[in-house]
Nanobody, 125 residues
């Protein structure tokens, strides 16, 4: 059974940093990408970043590029999202996800089949 557990969310002031973690268990070996998505109150879910599980290719939404860094520790089955220079618009529930065994479109939500429960990030001005 696949289980994704996010942690590391919290409340910070604008300009601050947070590091999210996603501990994965039971993932099928052919899942291509791990991704981070977020959903702000009253808005749809949007892609933040993704990483290819083999090869470490990374992908970012334009809104976070240069501020967020995704990484992974395959030995620990954990994916991280280092968030710096946070702004109030980053306030959202952040979800970790694991993809289907399909290459391409790593920031497309419909590529992902397994989801965590989310961790809340609040950025105050």
């Amino acid at each position: 059974q696949v289980h994704l557990m996010e942690s590391g969310g919290g409340s910070v002031q604008a300009g601050g940093s947070l590091k999210l973690s996603c501990a994965a268990s039971g993932l099928p070996s052919n899942s291509i990408y791990m991704g981070w998505f977020r959903q702000a109150p009253g808005k749809g879910r949007e892609a933040v970043s993704a990483i290819q599980r083999v090869g470490d290719n990374t992908f970012y939404a334009a809104s976070v590029k240069g501020r967020f860094t995704i990484s992974q520790d395959n030995a620990e089955n954990t994916v991280y999202l280092q968030m710096t220079n946070l702004i109030p618009d980053d306030t959202a529930m952040y979800y970790c996800a694991a993809s289907k065994p399909i290459y391409g479109l790593p920031l497309s939500e419909n590529r992902y089949i397994y989801w965590g429960q989310g961790t809340q990030v609040i950025v105050s001005s």
